[in-house]
């Protein structure tokens, strides 16, 4: 069974395939004795290729097949994993699988999800777009990129290379309820990292792109020009003395607040009672102009699902309605630890919006006038379980709306909650690249180490 | 040695129909006259994990993953295909994708296959298979039970044990035969502690490669349990931690993830090459104080980043890095090697047979001084004392490194006086360690906890170091 991108499109006689396999494996965990089961197959292919200084630097092709099962013996479980799917190593999967469950102790929260919350009818969003690459078509896209970047200034002095990835994947779920579930999805990406040098020593920064269908990439050169651009403009970073000041987040770097946000409120954490979002439902976390919904449906979505990981039927709903906290990230596990009913969110978010604003970056940083613009953060130093923020940072000092110099080697710290309460605006510069879709983030205060 | 071959071959190449001697067919389908070598990496890969969490044993998983790399290598270019399926038309046919990386020409040959002599660092045990799972579920439960008797205010205990066997078989046309069997287990504690209404949590685990029956002799697993409800119950009593430049002393052992940050990255071959790591072109300048020598070493019995051999079946070694604040050494694969003309050291290493290998750390530790580590914390007039992290990143072309403190103190007028809560740690790799000022007689390696991640690949690797005092860095805290 082979899915290629620049072959016949077989994709959906492979998906019939897995899903029979799903289907089988289901079937062979009831005769084994399960009371319950589900099983999930897939297969992802892709082409990568890397360039640097102008050069091929690697090609590779991928394949990575699974098949996963979960066993349930009443309330105990067990799961097991293959990457052959040769009919004996799921037969022997199976039985790994059945014997776990042997040791486990019965847990009241496990087992499929509720029926009633099954997907029923799965709607076309739009996923599959195979990218008929060859490795020479690649390779040059990789170059034009690269080179585009390199032409734009004699400071930038080397590369770190540019690369080009097409993929596709293909993933059956089953469950003993009866649901079987297919859906095949691309995924394109581009991307360069070069390398400037001054007196003061050599900078690196990159730019990327990422989308479901090959037309839907931005330009070449407007890639590595971009690249260029935030490259050069790093030379020269100062320190920031120790302050308390405003910090205004770009959209590549906002993202990951919105990331910390969507873990705190997640059924694991919760009910672990890992989370300093334990028994916030329904109060005010953000202000009242915030609102975050989460969109599964969108076409093209990179985030996009007809259905979870357990076959629950995904749908659009707030997660915060003026700046309050409207519901939970649930699968049918942590929704039953919680006494709660699942979100269609098991193995995750889907697509994340949170509603723009009618300010563009030049504008924010005009409403912040002097503060720290963050375009990369670095490091952990999120503790979800106490919302303690710290992490380092790099991006610019911010003089009367105007960027004044670049600046590293500072660290930024506060509070989650009190980072989430005082926020001040987003921003209408939504970034595309991710299934997290925000602006710009500009925060009141926080504390910056430096000098 | 002979021994390993036979068994991996009994395990990667006898299921398919396969024998050593048919790898010699697909070489003189890699190679050419535009290749300058080519590897097989044949893998098969179990593992078992089990967790207990809210007092129960609720889960447990089983995995089975197998495979072969195919790389060609033409100058700088290497083209690569896997397959997870380890028969003859499968291997050739990835075979064939990998050389389109060089122009096609008549097919070559490469040099006879020979066993490479190597030490085993490590028994070629199925760890799964050195405990019954009755016990393992009964240490899940042990632990579990010692840590709620512990203390009233430990909410959640979760533990982890698992478990993973490696085979590998690995044949470069430069006529390296070899192979390797890998045991690597792991256990790991994480508490939830709550009191007035605050909570916080504390981790501890470890392990290497070896079975579980050696994992959990002497009591190793109670002492984790015993670890994680203290570092849970010291962050219940933390206090913000401050802001700005000041001295810091790090404690021994996993701490040393500032060595693998500061510089570690920085010192591998390939960054070199390029031109890209800050450090490239400085050996045999100082990039570190005078007495402190770092070293990279792969042939530690047991360790967790230890390897008898290297993914390219290159016997690993030590690797001065750093001697007496001079940068002295660089990590190679064969590919970086060949470009720099320099010798591997047994650092090619790749997360699976599914991804390329690279130049990468295996454990990277700094030698002990002679400082008392009493001494050193009563050095410091204002400071913090951070002894246990979480992880680090680096930027390897600026230097920047930052780690983030799990568990730090403040010291005033030379004596430890409150906890902080953590913080991010951040600077310069080298400029840092130009700052360190004394180091302590107390050298530690970690227990054996750390994953390296580079380029999208994860691998095990181990840190360590003595007390260390470093009289200025930034500390990212709030106070």
Known sequence: MNLSVDDKDTSLADLDRLAQIAQDVVARARRSGASAADAAASIDTGLAVGVRLGEVETVERTRDRAVSVTVYFGQRKGSATTADLDPASIGQTVEHACAIARHTEPDPANGLADPALLASTIPDLDLWHPWDLTPAQAIALGVEIEAAGRAQDARISNSDGASVQSGGSLTAYANSDGFIGCERATHHSVSVALIAEDDAGMQRDYWYDSVRRAADFASPSSIGIKAAQRTLARLGAQRLSTRQCPVLFAPEAARSLIGHFLSAASGGALYRRASFLVDQLGQRLFPPWLQLVERPHIPRGLGSTAFDAEG??????DLVRDGVLARYILGSYSARKLGLQSTG??????NIVLEPGADDLPALLRRMGSGLLVTELMGQGVSLITGDYSRGASGFWVEQGELAYPVEEITIAGNLRDMYANLVAVGSDVDPRSHILTGSLLLERMTIAGE | MSDLIRTAERQLLTPGGLATRDLDRVFASLMGPAIDA??????HSRSEAWVLEDGIVKDGSHSIEQGVGVRALSGEKAGFAYSDEIVLPALLEAAGAARAIAHAGANGVGKPLAIAPARALYPPVDPIDTLSNEAKIAVLREVDAYCRAADPRVQQVIVSLA?????????????????????????????????????????????????????????????????????ALVNLEAVPAPAGTMTVVLGPGWPGVLLHEAIGHGFEGDFNRKGTSAF??????????????????????????????????????????????????????????????????????????????????????????????????????????????????VDITNGKFTFSASEAYLIENGRITRPVKGATLIGAGAEVLKRVSMIGNDLKLDEGVGVCGKDGQSVPVGVGQPTLRIDSMTVGGTA
């Open chain 2, 163 to 231: 478990a993973t066997l490696d085979t590998v078989l690995i044949a470069h046309s430069d006529g390296t035969l070899a192979a390797d069997v890998r045991p690597l287990v792991r256990l790991n504690v994480q508490v939830i502690a709550e009191a007035d209404g605050r909570r916080e949590s504390g981790s501890s685990g470890g392990g290497g490669r070896y079975g579980l029956d050696e994992l959990l002799a002497g009591g190793r697993a109670r002492e984790f349990a015993r670890e994680a409800v203290r570092s």
């Open chain 2, 280 to 393: 490239a072109g400085m050996l045999g300048e100082a990039v570190a104080a005078r007495g402190v020598t770092v070293v990279d070493d792969g042939a530690l019995p047991g360790r967790r980043g230890s390897l008898s051999i290297d993914d390219e079946g290159t016997p690993t070694r030590r690797t001065v890095l750093v001697e007496d604040g001079v940068m002295k050494g660089v990590m190679q694969d064969k590919l970086n090697a060949r470009l720099m003309r320099a010798q591997p050291t047994g650092n090619g290493r790749r997360e699976s047979f599914a991804h390329l290998p690279m130049p990468r750390m295996t454990n990277t530790y700094m030698l002990p001084g002679a400082h008392d580590p009493g001494e050193i914390i009563a050095s410091v007039g204002r400071g913090l004392y951070a002894v246990n992290f979480g992880g680090g990143q």
């Open chain 2, 38 to 43: 080519a590897d097989l990496y044949f893998q």
């Open chain 1, 312 to 317: 629950v039927a995904t749908r659009d709903s």
């Open chain 1, 345 to 350: 969110n098991a193995g995750g978010v889907q």
